[in-house]
């Protein structure tokens, strides 16, 4: 791992900890346990700590999607509902420090408009990622299909991750959203 991605594995896990608030330079070079001014020296300024907090998230989720079948493409219904569930599992399990930081950033960019565009960015990776196994499965608006896919997994995650419930199953309900979306045509 190189200094840089240590780094930035810490910023994660501090702004999820301590919010927009406490993500400064000197916590982040305490929590990844390197010389004080190594942060400061590896991003010019917090925005370009930020910016590279939103790459490194899309970097990281990229190979949590590999790594749950994301890039697969399940070929059915039922593949693609146990894809997606993996994806949540791991937004609450493994991942929950990244999927903290990263609705920390989705509430920030409601103030900074400059964090938009790259969160806007980030999703429209996701959704090239997605749209294609729903398009498989035949949805015949997988775009449209996909946005409506993501909302209601970032609606769940945000409900388990503020109120965890002990053998949460998000099938049932991703299962049931796909059978309304793909049933309508």
């Known amino acids: 791992m190189s200094r840089r991605e240590q780094v930035l594995d810490a910023a994660i896990e501090v702004l999820a900890a301590e919010g927009p608030r406490g993500l400064t330079f000197q916590a982040v070079d305490r929590a990844a346990g390197v010389p004080?001014?190594?942060?400061?020296?590896?991003?010019?300024?917090?925005?370009?700590?930020?910016?590279?907090?939103?790459?490194?998230?899309?970097?990281?989720?990229?190979?949590?999607?590999?790594?749950?079948?994301?890039?697969?493409?399940?070929?059915?219904?039922?593949?693609?509902?146990?894809?997606?569930?993996?994806?949540?599992?791991?937004?609450?399990?493994?991942?929950?420090?990244?999927?903290?930081?990263?609705?920390?950033?989705?509430?920030?960019?409601?103030?900074?408009?400059?964090?938009?565009?790259?969160?806007?960015?980030?999703?429209?990776?996701?959704?090239?990622?997605?749209?294609?196994?729903?398009?498989?499965?035949g949805s015949p608006a997988p775009m449209d299909h996909c946005h409506i896919l993501l909302d209601h997994l970032d609606g769940l995650i945000l409900h388990r991750i503020t109120w965890p419930e002990p053998d949460f199953d998000p099938s049932p309900g991703i299962r049931a959203l796909l059978s309304g979306l793909l049933s309508e045509h």
Do not use: C
């Open 36 to 137: 004080a001014g190594t942060a400061s020296n590896s991003f010019r300024n917090r925005n370009a700590l930020i910016m590279g907090i939103l790459t490194h998230l899309v970097d990281l989720d990229r190979r949590d999607w590999e790594a749950v079948g994301g890039m697969l493409q399940p070929e059915s219904r039922a593949a693609v509902v146990e894809a997606m569930a993996g994806v949540v599992r791991h937004a609450l399990g493994p991942g929950r420090s990244r999927t903290a930081a990263r609705y920390a950033l989705f509430l920030q960019a409601a103030a900074h408009p400059e964090l938009r565009e790259p969160i806007t960015a980030a999703r429209a990776t996701v959704s090239s990622w997605v749209a294609p196994w729903l398009q498989k499965i």
